[in-house]
């Protein structure tokens, strides 16, 4: 009983300090140069000290990710991959398994229009120096882009390309993944609202407080316009463009999304938008819509619960899935 009372006095004696004291909070945040694009790390946090080693942190992680995964750093994990699993299976780390093992669940969906060998072709683009490969090269090269060549040996922890020709790049998937590992270490560090984005791949935790935060999907061909604005809380949201890195040949925008059945510059969208809970989905998926185009796409979009998209196709024009129709219509 008396330790009962203490309790309670101690109670009242909380609640009559609480009002005086203060929780003052705000928003921290960042950009910068990584992975080849800008990403920026937002939070919602009462220490300054702390949310800006929190922040520090988000950026190490996509640092040693970048290290690990971007196939141009010859010193890369990625880049060893390229080297050898066409020879040899390759013992590497569990995190290059898991996000391929992820990337070729998008390759069986789509049968093969998300395929991370598109680097196979992939790789005789450069988009800032304006050349793409030639009939004869994508003819000699397009065999080796295909998924089903990719063998993963999870047991082992290794990988092996079937065809010794095939080359990855997880840039369709790789971004996505290192924004959930952000949003995780900020979660564990007991964050509750955050954004990240890296390029056009963006996880929104938590919301504006007392509303969604306005996430704008950029007009493909006006820069600085939107072309939709949406209120989201709790998703990730993915953007594949036409608009990104690209050269024009005469008629023919060549841009950084292949078709894997041709070689070339994916055509039929200007922009495909996907919402799914993590943005490693969001981010593989938005790319392989953009490869399906608007009727396959999606088709594929709305087989998949809580997975959305909004679509921009070639004449400019918006296409929603079911769940964001339904959701629209008052
Ligand atoms: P961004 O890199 O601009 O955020 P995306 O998420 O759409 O855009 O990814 C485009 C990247 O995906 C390309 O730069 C390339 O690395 C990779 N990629 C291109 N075509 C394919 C494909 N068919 N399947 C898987 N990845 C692809
Ligand atoms: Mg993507």
New binding site residues.
């Given amino acids: 009983m008396k330790s009962f009372l203490k309790t309670f006095f101690f109670c009242c004696l909380l609640m009559l300090a609480l009002p005086a004291v203060q929780v003052h909070a705000e928003w921290f945040s960042e950009d910068t140069q990584l992975m080849?694009?800008s990403v920026s790390v937002e939070l919602w946090g009462e220490d300054e000290a702390r949310s800006r080693q929190l922040i520090a942190a988000v950026l190490a992680e996509f640092q040693r990710l970048d290290l690990m995964m971007n196939p141009w750093n010859p010193a890369s994990e990625l880049a060893r991959i390229n080297r050898e699993a066409g020879r040899a299976a390759v013992v590497t780390t569990p995190e290059i398994l898991w996000v391929v093992e992820r990337?070729l669940y998008y390759?069986r969906l789509s049968e093969g229009?998300?395929?991370?060998s598109?680097?196979s072709v992939?790789q005789h683009y450069d988009y800032r120096q304006g050349r793409a490969p030639g009939d004869e090269v994508i003819a000699r090269d397009r065999d080796n882009i295909d998924y089903r060549a990719i063998e993963l040996d999870l047991d082992a922890g290794s990988i092996r390309f079937a065809k010794p020709g095939l080359q990855v790049?997880?840039?369709?998937?790789a971004?996505?993944y290192a924004v959930d590992r952000g949003i995780d270490l900020l979660q564990r560090a007991g964050v509750e609202s955050a954004v990240i984005s890296?390029?056009?791949?963006s996880r929104i935790l938590g919301d504006l407080g007392d509303r969604p935060r306005t996430i704008g999907i950029r007009h493909p061909r006006n820069r600085n316009e939107y072309a939709v604005m949406i209120p989201l809380a709790d998703t990730a949201i993915?953007?594949?463009?036409d608009y990104?890195?690209f050269f024009m040949q005469g008629e023919v925008r060549v841009h950084?999304?292949?078709?894997?059945d041709t070689g070339r510059s994916?055509q039929g969208l200007q922009s495909?938008s996907v919402l799914a809970p993590l943005a490693v989905d969001s981010?593989?998926l938005?790319?392989?819509v953009?490869?399906l185009g608007v009727e396959r796409g999606l088709q594929l979009v709305n087989s998949l619960p809580g997975v959305d998209a909004i679509l921009i196709d070639g004449d400019g024009k918006l296409h929603y899935s079911a769940e964001l129709l339904l959701s629209t219509r008052p």
């Fill in positions: 080849g694009t990337a390759s229009a998300f395929d991370i598109f680097a992939g790049d997880l840039g369709g998937i971004k996505g890296a390029g056009g791949d993915s953007t594949s463009g990104e890195r950084h999304i292949l078709d894997p994916a495909a981010d593989a938005s790319t392989t953009f490869v």
